[in-house]
C-alpha cells in the first residue's frame, strides 16, 4: 500500500492505493482502499497530516507483512514433499530453484541463446534448442543427475519448463554436438570480449570418464585408467583452460587412447583457430615425451612441463649430489620449494619426413628443485608400498594378488616364479629422489620464479577434473550411443565453463568463495510460490542469505525480499516473466 496524492481539477487529494492479483485478467490491478480528501483542507486542520499518516502507513505495512509472513508459515507446513520438491507442475504452491537465474546471467551475458538459434536455423528441428541446452546446462549445476532424472523435475530446476518434453532432450544433445566446434569458437570469442581474455598460457592434462559397461565400442574402450576402473569400458578426454582455470577447448579421444599423442591435436587448433602469436604449454609429466617437445618447437610454442628426473641419467643425479650451484630461496605461499639449480636438458627423437628418418636433438632448459613437503610426501607413498612388498616377501601364497595391487616396486621376484623378497637396493635408490623434482621449458628468457609461477598454475586443471566429476557429475555417464556422449560431455564443459566465469565475477567483487560453497548455494536457495487467497499470491525465498547474496550481488541480481509481488521478485531477477 501506498499514499497517493492525486489532481483533480487543480485540487490535490489523498488516497491510499494498493496492488491486488486480477485472477481474471491474470495480472496486477491497484484500488483505493480510503480517501482523505482534499490535501488543503487536510494541513489546515493539521500541518503535520502527511508526516504522521506515513508513520502510520509504515506500521500498518509492517503489520501486514507479519501477518503475511504468519500465513505463509503455516501454509508451508500444509504443503506436500512433492510439491515442494518441483514434482508437481500444476500444483497451487510452485517451488522453484533461484540457481538458475544466476547462470542464467552468465548465459545471456554471453548471448548462448542467440548463437543457438542461429545455429538452428540451418536444421528443420522443431525443438526450443535454446531453452534445452539451457536447462540441461542450469539442471548439470543446480541438480547433477541422469536426464530423465533432472526432467522429471524440471519445473523445481528451471520456471517454465514444464513444456519442455524428454526427447527434446535427446535431440538437443545430438545438435549440440553436430554444432560443438562453430559453438565453442563463438563462446571463446564471447569469453574474450566480455572478460578481456588473451590466450597466453594454455593449460593442458587429460583424464578419463567411466561408464557402467564392458561393452568396448569406437569411442568407449578399455584403457588405462585415472578412476581405477580397470574393468569399465571409459573415454579419454584432454582439456584445455587459461590461466585463470576457463576452459579453452576440450577433446575427446577413445578409451585405450595413449595421452602422448592427445596433445598436439588440439594445441594446433588452438593456434590456428584463434591467432595465437605467443602461447606456452603447461603440461604434467605425463605428457612429456621427445616426440611432443619437437612438435611443439615446430609449432613455434613454448613450452613448461614436469620432467621425471629418476629417468634423467647419473648426470642428473651428480648435479644433484654437488652442493655447488644450489640456489635457496624462502618458501611461499604458490610454492615450498627450498632450493633449485639450472641445467640444461637434451635427448633424441627420430622423425620421419618424405619417407626418410632422421635423428633430431631436443635442447631444453631444466630446473631441477627440492621441496621439503614433497620429501615427506615421496617417503610416505615409498613406505606404503614397501608393506605392500613385505606381504608377499612373508607370504609367498600372497604374490600373485599382491602384484596386482602396486606391490611390484621393491620386490625382488625369485628365480622359481612363486616367492620373492624385498629389495634394499631399489629402497636406497629410490629414497635418494625423495623431494626432487624438474621442470623442462623452452623460454630462455623467463626467470626460474616465473617458470615455478606458471608450472604452479597446473593445480587449476586438477581442480576443474574434480570440479566435472565430482561437484558436477559428468560420471559415470548415461548414455551409450556415441554422439550422446559427447553431447553429454559438451554439457559438463559448458556447465564448468559457466562456473569459472562465476568465479571471475566473484573476484572482481574482492569475493572469493570455494566450489563447494558456490554450489551449495546455488542449489539451496529457493523461491516458493503461495496462493494466499484468489486474489493474492506471493513469493516466498529460502535459504538465500549469506553466499548466495553474495553470489547474486556478483552477478548483478537484486537484492530478493523474503516476501514478494511477483512485480518485485521479476525486479530483483531481471526478468520479464518467472
Known amino acids: 500500500?501506498?499514499?497517493?496524492?492525486?489532481?483533480?481539477?487543480?485540487?490535490?487529494?489523498?488516497?491510499?492505493?494498493?496492488?491486488?492479483w486480477a485472477p481474471v485478467r491474470k495480472k496486477y490491478s491497484s484500488r483505493n482502499v480510503k480517501s482523505y480528501g482534499n490535501l488543503e483542507n487536510l494541513l489546515k486542520q493539521n500541518p503535520h497530516f502527511l508526516e504522521d499518516l506515513e508513520k502510520e502507513m509504515a506500521a500498518l505495512r509492517s503489520d501486514r507483512l507479519a501477518s503475511k509472513e504468519r500465513k505463509v508459515a503455516e501454509l508451508a507446513k500444509c504443503v506436500k514433499m512433492d510439491v515442494l520438491r518441483g514434482s508437481n507442475a500444476q500444483a497451487d504452491n510452485r517451488c522453484t530453484m533461484l540457481g538458475a537465474y544466476v547462470i542464467k546471467r552468465l548465459w545471456d551475458k554471453l548471448g548462448l541463446s542467440r548463437k543457438l538459434r542461429d545455429l538452428q536455423k540451418t536444421t528443420n528441428l522443431s525443438v526450443d534448442i535454446p531453452k534445452a541446452a539451457f536447462f540441461m546446462t542450469a539442471a548439470r549445476c543446480l541438480m547433477p543427475d541422469s536426464k530423465l532424472a533432472q526432467w522429471k523435475k524440471r519445473c523445481q530446476i528451471l520456471s517454465g519448463a514444464q513444456e519442455l518434453k524428454l526427447q527434446d532432450l535427446y535431440r538437443?544433445?545430438?545438435?549440440?554436438?553436430?554444432?560443438?566446434?562453430?559453438?565453442l569458437a563463438y563462446l571463446n570469442r564471447k569469453v574474450s570480449q566480455a572478460y578481456q581474455r588473451e590466450i597466453t598460457v594454455a593449460l593442458y592434462d587429460v583424464t578419463t570418464y567411466f561408464f557402467e559397461s564392458q561393452d568396448a565400442d569406437t569411442l568407449r574402450n578399455f584403457g588405462f585408467s585415472k578412476d581405477n576402473k580397470v574393468n569399465q569400458v571409459q573415454v579419454v578426454m584432454g582439456l584445455l583452460i587459461d590461466q585463470n582455470g576457463v576452459p579453452i577447448d576440450y577433446e575427446l579421444f577413445p578409451g585405450n587412447q595413449n595421452e602422448f599423442e592427445t596433445m598436439l591435436p588440439i594445441l594446433k587448433k588452438l593456434k590456428s583457430r584463434y591467432r595465437v602469436k605467443k602461447l606456452i604449454v603447461v603440461a604434467d609429466r605425463g605428457l612429456n615425451s621427445a616426440s611432443n617437445l619437437y612438435e611443439l618447437k615446430e609449432e613455434q610454442m613454448d613450452y613448461v612441463i614436469a620432467h621425471r628426473l629418476r629417468n634423467a641419467g647419473c648426470r642428473i643425479k651428480k648435479l644433484i649430489e654437488d652442493d655447488a650451484g644450489w640456489i635457496h630461496r624462502r618458501s611461499d605461499s604458490l610454492s615450498d620449494i627450498a632450493k633449485f639449480k639450472l641445467t640444461d636438458e637434451a635427448r633424441k627423437v627420430v622423425i620421419e619426413e618424405n619417407g626418410e628418418k632422421r635423428t633430431v636433438e631436443i635442447r631444453s632448459h631444466l630446473l631441477i628443485n627440492y621441496s621439503a613437503k614433497r620429501a615427506r610426501k615421496d617417503r610416505h607413498d615409498r613406505e606404503r608400498l614397501i608393506a605392500k612388498a613385505q606381504r608377499p616377501a612373508d607370504h609367498p601364497a600372497l604374490l600373485r594378488s599382491e602384484l596386482k595391487r602396486g606391490g611390484r616396486s621393491f620386490l625382488n621376484i625369485r628365480a622359481d616364479g612363486v616367492s620373492a623378497e624385498v629389495d634394499q637396493a631399489k629402497i636406497e635408490s629410490a629414497e635418494f629422489w625423495d623431494g626432487y623434482y624438474g621442470i623442462v621449458y623452452s623460454d630462455s628468457t623467463m626467470t626460474p620464479e616465473q617458470v615455478l609461477s606458471t608450472h604452479h598454475s597446473l593445480w587449476k586443471i586438477e581442480e576443474s577434473f574434480r570440479i566435472a566429476k565430482s561437484l558436477l557429475n559428468a560420471r559415470p555417464c548415461f548414455h551409450w550411443k556415441e554422439k550422446r556422449i559427447r553431447g553429454h560431455l559438451l554439457i559438463c564443459y559448458l556447465a564448468l565453463t559457466l562456473h569459472r566465469l562465476l568465479e571471475l565475477e566473484l573476484a572482481k567483487c574482492g569475493q572469493e568463495l570455494t566450489s563447494e560453497r558456490i554450489f551449495e548455494a546455488i542449489q539451496g536457495a529457493m523461491v516458493t510460490e503461495i496462493q494466499l487467497s484468489p486474489d493474492e499470491v506471493v513469493y516466498a525465498k529460502s535459504q538465500t542469505e549469506g553466499d548466495f547474496a553474495t553470489i547474486c550481488r556478483a552477478v548483478g541480481l537484486g537484492e530478493i525480499p523474503r516476501i514478494s509481488k511477483e512485480t518485485e521478485l521479476k525486479a530483483a531477477l531481471k526478468v520479464k516473466t518467472l
Open 1 to 20: 500500500m501506498n499514499i497517493v496524492k492525486q489532481k483533480i481539477r487543480g485540487k490535490t487529494y489523498v488516497y491510499i492505493r494498493e496492488s491486488f
Open 172 to 183: 538437443s544433445l545430438d545438435f549440440l554436438q553436430d554444432h560443438k566446434e562453430a559453438l
